[in-house]
């Protein structure tokens, strides 16, 4: 009886022995089924291989100084394979200098390849300062564009320190020294430094749209003052090429040389490539980022980066029409 019973024992480890491998080897052959459907889908890794193809890629969102996108484009500029490019553009601008930083990138990039932005709901600011970049700007009839001009924006929390009982005492080496601040009344000589310093940034801004757009300064300026347009009217004022979407970029590509059967393939974020690519790129928690950062990145998410949104800006966002509750 006791031999009876071992050789049941025996067959039961055996047999979960067997349905664990079997488990085991259905989800390696899964996996390899899933990488290689990556490898051959649209918008698999072309990105270092020899296929032909023309590369998308897309800026959304409020636009920082972005150091991947800012190698991505790099690689797209190196790589042979890539032989036109498009910039699906949907973003309400950012901060100045993030604006600069990718469009000399798209500038060095466009020396090489032929460059259109693709407008989609957006493109104002520095998101316009972008699309300024390419060699021809592609958008919807009712795609927003414009919103040329420059902001600095501070709280003033004095009156909320007076309630609380607060009082912040300071020493410095000059009056202008770390102004303006929430924590002080702004004055009359902080207001005109500030001034000051956001002109510089528009006439800069101003010029690059003037050479850009081949349009005359004046003509430039008179659409500067900070407004917004229909695709539409954007066209009408010279601010874009031509009213369209994808298929209108890829016959402009074809207009350059890029042959219009190529397969558009779209250039992603390279922590969007990995199995863990969910937690790490949406969280940030990689192991080597800081806490703020982490924090930073999990309210970016949800729409709050504008927050940690530091010196000059060249952002549009619409007042808050919504009807008082």
Do not use: C
């Not at 493109?123 to 970049?133: K, L, N, P, T």
Request: net charge negative; proline share 3%; glycine share 10%.
């Amino acid at each position: 009886m006791a031999s009876r019973a071992d050789d049941l024992i025996d067959r039961r480890r055996l047999r979960r022995k067997l349905s664990f491998w079997r488990i085991a080897t259905i989800l390696i052959l899964a996996g390899v089924v899933i990488a290689g459907a990556r490898f051959l889908s649209a918008d698999g890794e072309f990105t270092s291989g020899p296929i032909s193809h023309i590369a998308k890629v897309k800026i959304e969102g409020t636009i920082t100084e972005d150091d991947e996108l800012l190698e991505r484009l790099d690689d797209i500029r190196k790589a042979d394979a890539v032989k036109g490019v498009i910039l699906n553009i949907d973003s309400p601008g950012g901060t100045t200098a993030g604006g600069e930083a990718i469009y000399e990138e798209i500038r060095r990039l466009a020396e090489k390849k032929p460059v259109v932005a693709q407008v989609g709901t957006l493109a104002a600011s520095a998101g316009y300062m972008i699309a300024s970049a390419s060699d021809h700007i592609v958008a919807r009839q009712s795609s927003i564009v414009g919103s040329i001009g420059v902001l600095v924006q501070f709280p003033d929390v004095t009156g909320l320190m007076d309630k609380l009982g607060i009082k912040l005492e300071e020493v410095k080496s000059s009056p202008l020294k770390a102004e303006p601040s929430p924590f002080n009344p702004t004055t009359d000589e902080e207001r005109a430094m500030m001034r000051r310093m956001i002109l510089d940034s528009y006439d800069w801004f101003v010029d690059l749209v003037t050479e850009r757009r081949g349009m005359p300064r004046d003509e430039v300026l008179r659409l500067a003052d900070g407004s917004i347009f229909t695709g539409r009217q954007a066209l009408t004022n010279k601010l874009i090429d031509e009213l369209g979407g994808e298929r209108e970029a890829v016959a402009w590509l074809g207009t350059k040389g890029v042959d219009a059967d190529l397969r558009v393939v779209e250039w992603k974020k390279k922590e969007e490539d990995g199995w863990f690519s969910l937690f790490s790129s949406r969280a940030g928690l990689t192991g080597r980022e800081s806490l703020s950062e982490t924090v930073r990145v999990l309210l970016g998410e949800v729409g709050g980066e504008h927050l940690f949104l530091d010196g000059l800006l060249s952002l549009w966002h619409p007042a808050d029409t919504s009807p008082a509750r």
